[in-house]
């Protein structure tokens, strides 16, 4: 993990704030925008204008400031935000997250940043600072753990002053707080899902979960194999029982201090490696499948997170662990297996393996009569990747408006989450000759056909939210704060359903 970033809050303009660096915005064909000071606006618009700087979307100006002019920062990064009626918050925090890699790179320490000013429109000051501490964390990640140099990131960025202009310093200081929380929370996503899969096995991400969940007011509860057999899981049994690496599952549980307002299960699909099993996939189609266990990591990123956030909701993480692997001991097309809730399974294809897995998991949920509401992340399909592509989630569910407050939550806290129909119709396709359901569909709407095989695993009366991030889980192309590899998708949008839903 990178060095920490310190944060410093400062009322009033750029001008007073000394650093290696002052970070100054610029929309398209206007003047420096924010908190910057009248005598850094007028030089540094001279600046753009005799180096032709529009201002245009992501373009960077870099002045070096003489020293007989002493301006507070040595050097000032002017960064173009495209045209104001385009402003978000999104675009805020990859522009930051951008600029503090460029000042990485010029070997600034110390970085001065303004919070954009009320010209954007009505933007809460906490919501600006949670963004700005989520562009610059989450912007500055790198993952180099089993690199003998660190690479650029966090090599010489230290510390953040944020100039704050009229915004309340306790609204400012509260939301870099929030934003430390949610990206550190991340990034800490991030690094499980980056680990090699040869090793994090289950049994290892287990040992994590109970090391790192000590003297954190959660409690853990691991589940090994000979435990989940007597309970009836044949679907996590079986798609681990090729695999040398024995499942897993793991029940991290958090409690509110005073009465919580809902009572709340995330189940995530923990796939350590996903090889297809027997259905074996392609070389290049397992070559990221290390991948696979994104979803459990946001899940326990989001429980490790939660005696921070301290939400009113009673939250229990379930992680469904295992390996999917060929061998003389792996499930077979054409086996049945039975899971918790008694409903039988024929398994026509080993790569259809998530939903095995998380049938278990889910009629484990089903069975706390006191649940109210569950969702699960699961990178569960190519196929919603063919749909929406490689930056959105789709998210479905049995509940309208269940499914629609987490798209909110989702929009909030900065995650592409889109809603996908569930069509009942589609049932008939995953029928089998021989047992209750068969894990594959047809080959068109397979992002639906295996959410509507998880639907079968879900009690009536739970409202259950399904968020397939197969193609937002990990990228191969990096958008600005979105690293490569994985991306700790998710766990900014629970959290964000955690504290709504507390309100
Ligand atoms: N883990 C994969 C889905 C996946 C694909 C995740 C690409 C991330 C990126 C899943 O277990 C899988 O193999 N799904 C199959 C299902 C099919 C056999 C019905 C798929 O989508 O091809
Ligand atoms: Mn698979
Ligand atoms: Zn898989």
């Known amino acids: 993990m990178s060095v920490e970033l310190k944060f410093e809050i400062r009322p009033g303009d750029l001008s007073g704030v000394e650093a290696d660096l002052g970070v100054v915005l610029a929309f398209k064909e206007q003047g420096p925008a924010g908190p910057v000071g009248a005598a850094v606006a007028a030089r540094l618009s001279e600046i753009m204008r005799g180096d032709r700087f529009e201002g245009r979307s992501g373009a960077h100006l870099l002045w070096h400031a003489p020293a007989a002019e002493s301006f507070s920062c040595r050097r000032y990064l002017v960064v173009g935000l495209g045209r104001r009626e385009e402003f ?13 890699v460029s000042a990485d790179r010029v070997g600034a320490e110390r970085v001065a940043l303004t919070l954009p000013d009320d010209s954007v429109g009505p933007i809460a000051p906490r919501d600006a600072a949670l963004a700005l501490a989520e562009g610059a964390i989450l912007g500055t990640y790198r993952y180099d753990k089993y690199r003998s140099e660190p690479r650029s990131g966090r090599r010489h960025l230290r510390q953040i002053t944020v100039a704050t ?48 969940c000590r003297d954190s007011g959660l409690s853990v509860r691991v589940f090994e194999p000979d435990e989940m057999r007597r309970m009836g899981m044949g679907g996590i049994i079986g798609v681990g029982q090729g695999s040398e690496n024995p499942p897993r599952m793991i029940q991290i549980e958090y409690t509110p201090d005073s009465k919580p307002s809902r009572r709340v299960a995330l189940v995530g699909k923990g796939l350590t490696f996903d090889s297809g099993g027997l259905s074996i996939k392609t070389s290049e189609g397992m070559e990221t499948m290390k991948c696979d266990m994104a979803g459990s990591a946001a899940v326990f990123a989001t429980l490790r997170a939660l005696p921070k956030v301290a939400p009113r909701v009673q939250v229990m993480g379930l ?5 999917n692997m060929p061998s003389g001991r792996a499930i077979r097309p054409g086996d049945v297996l039975k899971i918790m809730n008694g409903k039988t399974v024929e398994v026509r294809n080993t790569d259809a393996e998530g939903r095995l897995v998380l049938a278990d998991v889910l009629s484990y949920a089903s069975t706390f009569k006191d649940l109210q509401e569950t969702v699960d992340l699961a990178t569960l399909t190519g196929a919603v990747v063919v749909a929406l592509g490689p930056m959105a989630a789709g998210v479905t569910g049995n509940d309208r408006a269940f499914v629609d407050e987490l798209v909110r939550a989702a929009g909030r806290a900065g995650e592409a989450v889109w809603p996908m129909p569930l069509y009942g119709e589609y049932a008939e396709h995953i029928r089998s000759d021989i047992a209750d359901l068969k894990n594959t569909g047809i080959r068109y709407g397979g992002a639906i056909t295996a959410a509507l095989f998880l639907k079968e695993f879900v009690r009536r009366g739970l409202r259950w939210a399904h968020m397939d991030i197969a193609g937002p889980a990990f990228g191969d192309k990096e958008y600005s704060y979105i690293k490569r590899g994985g991306t700790g998708f998710g766990v900014r949008t629970l959290i964000r359903y955690l504290q709504d839903a507390s309100a």
């Open 165 to 212: 202009g009229q915004a309340p310093a306790a609204d400012v200081k509260a939301g870099i707080d929030l934003g430390r929380i949610t990206s550190d929370a991340t990034n800490f996503a991030r690094d499980l899902v980056n680990e090699p899969a040869g090793t994090l096995t289950p049994e290892v991400m287990a040992g994590i979960v109970r090391d790192s």
């Open 88 to 100: 978000t918050l999104e675009r805020y925090r990859r522009y930051l997250g951008d600029a503090l």
């Open 319 to 323: 992680m469904g662990m295992a390996e």
